[in-house]
Each structure stands twice: as structure tokens, then as C-alpha cells.
């Protein structure tokens, strides 16, 4: 589990950076669509990402429900510190709203759909290894 914990956060650390780096880039060529605090995002969606794969690797693995509210509860604190999140950078920012939910959202997708391929990973491996103990 070590190693698959720790391939994760490879995935993720590239992911981030290398997506934070483009957006940046892409934002930077269009000067006209720069908003203040595009730093901050990338690093909150990556400490999101950070949390959620250490507390799935160390939450007790004999118990499947326990797994499940973990997976529900995760979603459920990211819909609601990242829509608190983007409140407060439209507020205190005063961001240009198109390019700023067009990013966000962008964001947001990318990190939903690593988050369900880490589920998913962690949940093979968890069939893997019990196929594994049976034998």
C-alpha cells in the first residue's frame, strides 16, 4: 500500500504542477485575463489532494463502509470549502468572473477525476490483497 500511496502522490504532485504551470502560461500570453491570487489555486487543490491520499491510506481497510464515508465525506468538505473558496475570491479579489470560473472550474473537474481514479486505485488494491490473503 506504501508504494501505491506513494505513486499517487507522484501522480499528483505532477499533475498539479505541470497543470498549474500551463494555466499560468496560458493566463500570462493573455495579459487581459490575469486575475489576482491564480497562485493560490493550484496549491489549495494540490493540499486537498495531499489530505485526501494520506487520510484514505490510513483509515482501517478491514471495515468497507468506513472507506465509503471517507470517499463521501471528502467530496462533501471539497464542494464546500472550494464553492467558499471561490466566494471569497470573487469577493475579495474582485475577479473577472468568466476567466475566473472557466479556471476554477477547470480545476475542479481535473481534481474530481483524479480523486475517483486514486478511489478506484486504492480499491483495486485493496481486492488485490485480499485475493492475495485467501490464497
Known amino acids: 500500500m506504501e508504494q501505491l500511496r506513494n505513486k499517487q502522490l507522484v501522480i499528483l504532485t505532477l499533475i498539479s504542477f ?48 468506513k472507506i465509503a464515508r471517507l470517499y463521501l465525506l471528502m467530496h462533501l468538505v471539497k464542494l464546500v470549502l472550494f464553492g467558499i473558496l471561490a466566494f471569497v475570491f470573487i469577493l475579495a479579489f474582485n475577479q473577472k468572473s468568466k476567466t475566473f470560473i472557466l479556471v476554477f472550474g477547470g480545476y475542479y473537474l481535473v481534481l474530481t477525476v483524479l480523486e475517483t481514479l486514486i478511489f478506484r486505485s486504492f480499491e483495486k488494491q485493496l481486492k488485490k490483497e485480499k485475493l492475495l490473503e485467501k490464497l
Open 18 to 65: 505541470g497543470l498549474g504551470w500551463t494555466v499560468w502560461g496560458i493566463l500570462k500570453h493573455y495579459q487581459n485575463l490575469v486575475f489576482h491570487g491564480y497562485v493560490l489555486i493550484p496549491i489549495l487543490f494540490f493540499f486537498y489532494g495531499f489530505v485526501l491520499i494520506l487520510s484514505l491510506h490510513k483509515i482501517d481497510t478491514k471495515k468497507p463502509q
